[in-house]
Nanobody
Framework: QVQLVESGGGLVQAGDSLRLSCAASGRTFRYSMGWFRQAPGKERDFVASINWPGGATNYADSVKGRFTISRDNAKNTAYLQMNSLKPEDTAVYYC????????WGQGTQVTVSS
């Protein structure tokens, strides 16, 4: 069983930065972590992922060069640093744990105004 709690969302202006956090609880943190996002009326899309223990990352083309995923295994926490935010980044951001059947957090809202 894994529980994920996201935080760090908010309302920012275009060009600003935000850092999202995803705190995981459970017996182990030895699994890949990912971030996804869902804009109103759209499907949930992949944003970024990081393997265990953190040597490999993947990004959606739309965020490459602007977003950075990382993890602190001592704190059982994954992060998503988002720079140069654009209005099209507005969405609810979800953390995912690639463990067992997969686990999701409750989501955190990111709104970028133009």
């Amino acid at each position: 069983q894994v529980q994920l709690v996201e935080s760090g969302g908010g309302l920012v202006q275009a060009g600003d930065s935000l850092r999202l956090s995803c705190a995981a609880s459970g017996r182990t943190f030895r699994y890949s972590m990912g971030w996804f996002r869902q804009a109103p009326g759209k499907e949930r899309d992949f944003v970024a992922s990081i393997n265990w223990p953190g040597g490999a990352t993947n990004y959606a083309d739309s965020v490459k060069g602007r977003f950075t995923i990382s993890r602190d295994n001592a704190k059982n926490t994954a992060y998503l640093q988002m720079n140069s935010l654009k209005p099209e980044d507005t969405a609810v951001y979800y953390c995912n744990a690639a463990y067992g059947a997969g686990y999701w957090g409750q989501g955190t809202q990111v709104t970028v105004s133009s």
